[in-house]
T-cell receptor, first 116, second 115 residues
Framework: NAGVTQTPKFQVLKTGQSMTLQCAQDMNHEYMSWYRQDPGMGLRLIHY???????DQGEVPNGYNVSRSTTEDFPLRLLSAAPSQTSVYFC???????????????FGSGTQLSVL | GDSVTQMEGPVTLSEEAFLTINCTYTATGYPSLFWYVQYPGEGLQLLLK???ADDKGSNKGFEATYRKETTSFHLEKGSVQVSDSAVYFC??????????????WGLGTSLAVNP
């Protein structure tokens, strides 16, 4: 019962470095998304995908890239890390239900990223 | 635009106390409403949901009723346990958004239950 798997769990970067946060799900979910969680800000959507080959921006996409080449994987790339990107990042997925939006989201356990 | 407002925490209770976490929302249309819970060091998980007015969602002793007249979805539990210590998030989604699943999140309410 792997569910949504995120790696790494912790990462420290220097300003300007790039890296990829990995996310994989084994539930054959069409929808996948990335959130960041910051104190006092709640959860903010970075990017999302409704299927392989389809991605779109959320509310805070700047500085991040995504791609969805397979149903299972949805990596998040930081192009040039900045201290403002210090946060906890969560990947989430869900299936398409009859009501469309609002079906149950399954979250990974998060990646804690510090940018110095 | 749509929004969710939760009561600020932290909330500290003794074991077996009654819990209420307030959540109100603003939305045009008829959103679905959710409570998610985040235990320490973990990702969020769905606790309960309601998809139309007067629906009651329930799970693990927690309940919340979708009140359209007061635009509220307050979370309640009659007797909390230490294991309920977590952060609770209220959220809504607009069915008109189709399959995009853009949930609107509250800021979260931290609950600490003391033995």
């Amino acid at each position: 019962n792997a569910g949504v798997t995120q790696t790494p769990k912790f990462q420290v970067l220097k300003t300007g470095q790039s890296m990829t946060l990995q996310c994989a799900q084994d539930m054959n979910h069409e929808y996948m998304s990335w959130y960041r969680q910051d104190p006092g800000m709640g959860l903010r959507l970075i990017h999302y995908s409704v299927g392989a080959g389809i991605t779109d921006q959320g509310e805070v996409p700047n500085g991040y890239n995504v791609s969805r080449s397979t149903t299972e994987d949805f990596p998040l790339r930081l192009l040039s890390a900045a201290p403002s990107q210090t946060s906890v990042y969560f990947c989430a997925s869900s299936y398409r239900g009859p009501r469309g939006a609002g079906e149950k989201l399954f979250f990974g356990s998060g990646t804690q990223l510090s940018v110095l | 635009g749509d929004s969710v407002t939760q009561m600020e925490g932290p909330v500290t209770l003794s074991e077996e106390a009654f819990l209420t976490i307030n959540c109100t929302y603003t939305a045009t249309g008829y959103p679905s409403l959710f409570w998610y819970v985040q235990y320490p060091g973990e990702g969020l998980q769905l606790l309960l949901k309601a998809t139309k007015a007067d629906d009651k969602g329930s799970n693990k002793g927690f309940e919340a009723t979708y009140r359209k007249e007061t635009t509220s979805f307050h979370l309640e539990k009659g007797s909390v346990q230490v294991s309920d210590s977590a952060v609770y998030f209220c959220a809504l989604s607009d069915p008109r958004a189709g399959n995009n699943r853009k949930l609107i999140w509250g800021l979260g309410t931290s609950l600490a239950v003391n033995p």
